[in-house]
């Protein structure tokens, strides 16, 4: 099961009211992969984190399926992303005391305890899937790749109908992004997912459906 997105009119401001993204009409099918690239600053994060009803100051209609999430209240929103969402930050944002199975299955934490046991057991099927060792009991000393891994797993441990992933290769090196890449691209095409991917790995982009440049706010 996937998702279609269509965004119309999406406008999202700076609290002194400075316009960061205009997008005047966007439509992405239900399971497509979409590659958004362009230069630093471009508002390429801003636009995956608004496409997850994470901005404030956002205005316009950012609909998947039938959802136009911007209509959401802020726990309407949160509760949508958690249960059709898996978003892959630029930062992982891990947990340094959590283990790596741990900030795998963080989702735990809001899921009632009949459905625990199985999100654990995807979490723990995907990071060995991506080839993350197993044995640490934080993620402190673990390398960049590995970390962007389990971020990776994280993000399709609850089996979403998105991802949304912000430079998910970024800083690795050619053979690590390529691995990540197969990692990612092969769990969301095998079910269908609709994938909308930040980057600047242009062999990854290569591997989209489509890729889309943003400059300035603006989709070219
Ligand atoms: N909350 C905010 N308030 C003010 N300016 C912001 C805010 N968030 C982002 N910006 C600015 O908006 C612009 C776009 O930022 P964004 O992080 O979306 O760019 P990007 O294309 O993802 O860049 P990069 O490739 O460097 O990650 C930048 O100039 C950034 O400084």
Redesign the pocket.
């Given at each position: 099961m996937s998702l279609a997105l269509e965004v119309t009119d999406l406008s999202v401001r700076?609290?002194?009211h400075?316009a960061?993204?205009e997008v005047g009409n966007l439509k992405i099918d239900a399971g497509a992969a979409v590659g958004i690239r362009?230069?630093?600053?471009?508002?390429?994060?801003?636009?995956?984190?608004a496409l997850a009803g994470l901005t404030d100051r956002t205005s316009g209609t950012i609909r998947w399926g039938d959802t136009d999430i911007l209509s959401l209240s802020r726990a309407g929103r949160s509760d949508f992303r958690a249960s059709t969402i898996g978003f892959v930050f630029?930062d992982h944002r891990l947990f340094e005391e959590l283990s790596p199975l741990q900030n795998a299955s963080l989702s735990l934490m809001y899921a009632p305890k009949s459905e625990r046991r199985p999100v654990l057991a995807r979490a723990g099927a995907l990071l060995s899937t991506f080839g993350v060792p197993s044995d640490h009991a934080t993620v402190a000393p673990m390398s960049g790749g590995e970390r962007q891994r389990i971020a990776v797993a994280r993000a399709l441990t609850q089996d979403p109908q998105i991802i949304l992933a912000?430079?998910p290769t970024a800083n690795l090196d050619r053979v690590t992004a390529q691995t990540l890449g197969n990692d990612l691209l092969g769990s969301v095409r095998n079910a269908g997912k609709t994938l909308v991917l930040?980057s600047?790995d242009d062999a990854l982009l290569a591997r989209m459906d489509t890729i889309l440049t943003?400059e300035h706010?603006r989709l070219l």
């Open positions: 700076t609290a002194r400075k960061l993204l362009g230069p630093s600053g471009a508002g390429k994060s801003t636009l995956l984190s630029q912000d430079e930040v600047h943003l706010g």
